[in-house]
């Protein structure tokens, strides 16, 4: 039963061009503990090897992660390249976009439908296009406690 499982999930992505975690691991991609992909995130098949992502990251819906930028191709002739790191406890908001030779600290936060092109310190939140620093997750936490509480 859980082989058929697999077996159909495998024919659900390729169905939709689409590539499963575990097809990716087996091209390059790092993968920490307790990851959440959620539907439509897109880690870059063709450089999946220069992506790594920590333990207990979670990705919202639709979130791409890049490792190259083909943008260049065309008038230079080579495309850019840049590893994506992405550390433990993170969590990437619905339609965030992360952009090549990109840094995401531990315990950090990144707003829906942001594009991060720099590097995010690790125990903040930031969002925007491009992302800036909002505040930090103390910051964030203490703000959504008191909210919670009305």
Request: a positive charge; charged letters at 20%; one cysteine or more.
């Amino acid at each position: 039963m859980n082989r058929l499982r697999i077996l159909i999930r495998r024919l659900i992505y390729r169905l939709r061009s689409d590539y499963t975690t575990e097809q990716l691991v087996k091209m390059g991609l790092s993968v920490g503990k307790n990851f959440k992909r959620m539907h439509g995130t897109i880690l870059d098949p063709s450089h999946c090897w220069l992506i790594t992502i920590g333990d207990n990251v979670t990705m919202a819906p639709r979130v791409h992660v890049l490792a190259h930028d083909a943008s260049t191709c065309h008038h230079l002739g080579y495309a850019r390249i840049g590893r994506v790191d992405i550390g433990n406890n993170v969590f990437i908001g619905a339609d965030a976009v992360i952009l090549p030779g990109v840094s995401i600290g531990e315990n950090s936060v990144i707003g829906a439908n942001s594009t991060v092109s720099k590097p995010i310190p690790a125990n903040v939140v930031a969002a925007g296009n491009p992302a800036r620093i909002i505040c930090t997750i103390d910051e964030y936490i203490a703000r959504n406690k008191a909210r919670m509480k009305n």
